[in-house]
């Protein structure tokens, strides 16, 4: 290797080339555990390069196995970073809707999921999957406000976000199916023979089984139309995989939610989310879970368990509504167990409770600042008083309130009050101006004059 290295170096020299040994590193991948740890000595221009495990190359970090278990570890970090930013905008009564919220994920979460996603997707382990879907299920609780034992299957069919590795995987079929049309530049890569012996799994030897249909027989090509044809069909069939999971309340799969829900708060939709889940705080049977001593009966008929079906069929809270409501019919449902009224009559009749008792206050203010008024001001000053009160009750109170204070000092801070006032008055130094035959020319200087100006205190 460094006799090639010595021919490339010599040859860029000849046309005002140089390597730089000070940014070059050399990293062995091998499928062959005892050789992680070789270190080869590579040398550039009489000088040897670092050898690195972990190479970064245009945002994919690599490895000597190829299994990308640290480029997981860096994608972990910077969606938890990202994590943040949505609890920042959001929690589970206030915040931006839902919509917003998938939006904003889509942005700045599974962008990072889906860069380079052909190149590792592959060769991934099972744990570095479930590491990137650990993260993930955190960022859909935030946009679904459902609690932790909530599904994973549920916050999926609510957002219509496909997990991690469906994702992924889809992704990826799409890419190697590109990669047939004559017309593409990474089209080499599918036409050369595959290697007999090919331990790693590549992106050809992976998925080329799901998107032969598309291929031109006896060929490695295909043609826009198939292409155009393969994207759908690749797309709906992970769809609709994603959507056949089975609904834990319905024992089917979850219908779509009615659109009229996004007419209700983010309060009362967090709560409907966290009632389809089947773990909400309005279940006693969630709160037993989490407190024993909470008894898991309905606080109504007395009845158990208090789970999501027993909302719809309380013999003391009769209802024409069904559990299907919760999607079907969400604005009834929300009113009829009451998710959305409650808050927005609290907070009216706290709000009228306040203004009540700040005309109370203030009325009760008047009367005795009044009352101190005539007990303690002499005529001159009422007179005096009636004269300056102007249509501002609040600098006639101002005033008077400073009077009556005044009146009733004790006597030691009457003492030094009066000796205060007799205090000579010290003159406030004049702004410094640095005029020439004015003043001196430095502004300590001029403080001087004016402390020895002073009068002795």
């Not at 991948?29 to 221009?45: G, M």
């Not at 690599?62 to 609890?87: A, E, I, P, S």
């Amino acid at each position: 290797m460094n006799d090639c290295l010595r021919t490339l170096h010599s040859w860029l020299e000849s046309r005002s080339l140089k390597l730089s040994a000070e940014n070059s590193t050399s990293t062995v991948f091998t499928t062959w555990l005892k050789e992680v740890c070789y270190k080869p000595e590579v040398v550039i221009n009489d000088r040897k390069i670092p050898v690195i495990r972990d190479p970064k190359i245009l945002g994919v970090t690599f490895d000597n196995m190829m299994t990308f278990g640290q480029h997981t570890n860096v994608f972990c970090g910077k969606l938890k970073n990202r994590n943040n930013v949505l609890k920042k905008v959001a929690g589970s009564s206030w915040g931006c809707t839902n919509e917003t919220l998938e939006v904003t994920y889509k942005a700045i979460g599974r962008s990072v999921l889906n860069f380079a996603a052909p190149i590792w997707t592959p060769s991934l382990s099972n744990t570095s999957w479930n590491k990137l879907q650990t993260k993930q299920n955190a960022a859909l609780r935030t946009v679904t406000g459902c609690v932790k034992m909530a599904p994973v299957e549920h916050l999926h069919r609510v957002t219509k976000i496909l997990p991690v590795r469906e994702h992924n995987e889809l992704l990826s079929k799409q890419f190697l199916l590109g990669s047939y049309l004559p017309n593409r530049a990474d089209h080499s890569t599918v036409v050369d023979p595959e290697e007999s012996r090919n331990k790693s799994l590549s992106l050809r030897t992976r998925f080329k089984s799901d998107i032969e249909e598309f291929l031109t027989p006896g060929s490695n090509s295909t043609t826009p139309e198939n292409y155009r044809l393969g994207l759908k069909q690749l797309h709906t069939r992970a769809v609709s995989t994603a959507t056949l999971n089975v609904s834990k309340l319905l024992n089917t799969p979850a219908p779509e939610v009615d659109p009229s829900e996004e007419t209700l708060d983010r309060a009362a939709r967090v709560k409907l989310n966290q009632l389809r889940s089947g773990y909400s705080k309005q279940l006693n049977s969630y709160n037993h879970r989490i407190n024993e001593s909470t008894p898991d009966l309905c606080d109504k008929c007395k009845m158990g368990p208090h789970n999501t079906h027993h909302l719809f069929n309380c013999a003391m809270n009769p209802t024409s509504l069904t559990i299907r409501s919760l999607w079907e019919q969400p604005v009834e449902a929300a009113a009829f167990l009451k998710l959305a009224e409650e808050p927005q009559q609290q907070h009216h009749s706290t709000k009228q409770q306040s203004q009540t008792a700040q005309t109370q206050n203030s009325a009760q203010c008047t009367n005795s600042a009044q009352t101190q008024i005539s007990a303690q001001c002499t005529n001159s000053a009422q007179t005096q008083i009636s004269a300056q009160c102007t249509t501002s009750a609040q600098t006639t109170l101002s005033s008077s309130f400073s009077f009556s204070i005044q009146t009733r000092l004790p006597e030691g801070a009457r003492r030094d009050h009066a000796k205060r006032r007799q205090a000579p008055q010290i003159r406030r130094p004049e702004p410094w101006t640095r005029r020439r035959g004015q003043l001196p020319h430095s502004r300590k200087q001029h403080h001087r004059q004016l402390e020895r100006s002073r009068p002795d205190q």
